[in-house]
């Protein structure tokens, strides 16, 4: 095998192994945190943990990473927190604040995903850089794909912790293999400082890029990854189904991602497929708390997930179409950083929402946020 590909296939198998170790308990989640007594504030805070340490990490990892120019180091060090996160859930077992601080290591790992992002994009040329975004990014919907699939099925056969063994099982592998990883290093390129970050966090597509990234996540992780599992409990669906209604939002959402940049956004345009993704995540969000069967879920998971694969992706690429190519890794590292607003805010709202209002309102409130934002954006990049 040319050494190109041996890279670029481990790499990928890497890749595929730290987000499976990241999400395998997904589905289940919020249910085990319900059987724990939880409240639906409770697994909020517990949910948005995970993107409140990769909000406040993600800037000074990525700035320190170009800094040292060693973007394998964070890649194994985003593999030994992934392993601690799962290690620590499967050995705590009602604890709730022990889960919140593993949960928020889960995190941790996460906000390596900017090193992941640059190494790999080093493989390529850089009038390549969109195929190796979109490409990497379609392994790290494989990887949570196959793990809340998995996961899932893990927990129907067994136990809860079925799917932390998982976790720390695939996070273990995936930590031994990172250490063949092949660094590329360019000792020419312009490394990231804190006056490149104020020069680039004021790009106007980027800034844009970035709000509407905010909101997506929101949506994403308020009802996704978190509380349409309690809706779809309320309507007896069983673990194992969990597994298949995150893979059945997963996998079009990987298609779409992988397509969207590629084909759709070139022929009928980037924001126009932006704008196409938020209404189907709006409209199929806010139908979720009248569906009342399994299949039917089963469907809106689907089409969201298409919206989401969409819209996400072409957000990225928005955020670096104006950057300079020396200075796109630091927008980068802004956009996924800030973005992490919303995974946290997102549970937290819903399950304040739920709480003190109903489910539906919670349903019906992001559902109609993610309409509202397709009219925001189509109004606010008119002009670009």
């Known amino acids: 095998m040319e050494i190109k590909n041996y890279k670029q296939s481990l790499f990928c198998t890497v890749t595929i192994l730290f987000w499976f170790s990241t999400y395998a308990y997904v589905p289940i989640f919020t249910n085990y945190l319900n059987s724990l007594g939880a409240s639906s504030k409770m697994v909020g805070l517990i949910a948005g943990s995970y993107g409140f340490t990769q909000m406040i990490l993600r800037i000074p990892l990525g700035i320190l990473s170009d800094k040292i120019q060693r973007r394998k180091l964070f890649i194994i060090l985003g593999l030994l927190f992934t392993l601690i996160s799962g290690a620590g859930l499967l050995f705590t077992r009602n604890n709730l604040y022990l889960i919140l601080l593993f949960r928020a290591i889960a995190g941790v790992a996460a906000s390596t995903w900017v090193s992941f992002t640059v190494l790999y994009t080093s493989y390529y040329n850089k009038s390549h850089t969109s195929k190796a975004i979109g490409t990497i990014n379609f392994f790290n919907n494989t990887g949570q794909m196959l793990a809340m699939l998995i996961g899932g099925l893990a927990v129907q056969l067994f136990s809860w912790h079925a799917s932390f063994t998982l976790s720390t099982i695939s996070g273990l592998i995936g930590l031994l293999l990172s250490f063949f990883i092949i660094e590329n290093n360019d000792e020419n390129k312009e490394k990231i400082t804190l006056k490149g970050v104020l020069s680039v966090i004021s790009n ?4 844009l890029a970035t709000l509407f990234a905010i909101i997506a996540q929101m949506i994403t992780f308020a009802t996704a990854f978190s509380f349409t599992t309690k809706h779809a409990i309320n309507i007896g669906v069983t673990n194992f189904e969990l597994g298949i209604l995150s893979f059945a939002s997963t996998l079009p959402t990987a298609i779409a991602a992988l397509i969207g940049g590629r084909y759709l956004g070139q022929k009928f345009g980037e924001k126009r497929m932006i704008i196409i993704g938020f209404i189907l995540l709006g409209i199929f969000t806010l139908v979720i708390p009248f569906t009342n069967t399994f299949t039917s879920l089963l ?24 950057i300079n190519p020396n200075k796109q890794s630091t927008a980068m590292g802004i956009f996924q950083a800030l973005y992490g607003i919303g995974m946290t805010i997102g ?9 003190n209002i109903s489910l539906m309102v919670g349903f019906v409130s992001f559902g109609l946020l993610g309409c509202i934002t397709s009219l925001m954006f189509y109004l606010t990049t008119k002009k670009i």
């Open 347 to 355: 549970p937290i709202i819903m399950g304040y929402l739920i709480d």
């Open 299 to 322: 469907i809106t998971q689907f089409i969201s997930g298409i919206g989401r694969g969409l819209s996400f992706p072409l957000l990225m690429s928005l955020s670096i179409k104006d």
């Open 204 to 207: 106007h597509k980027l800034i």
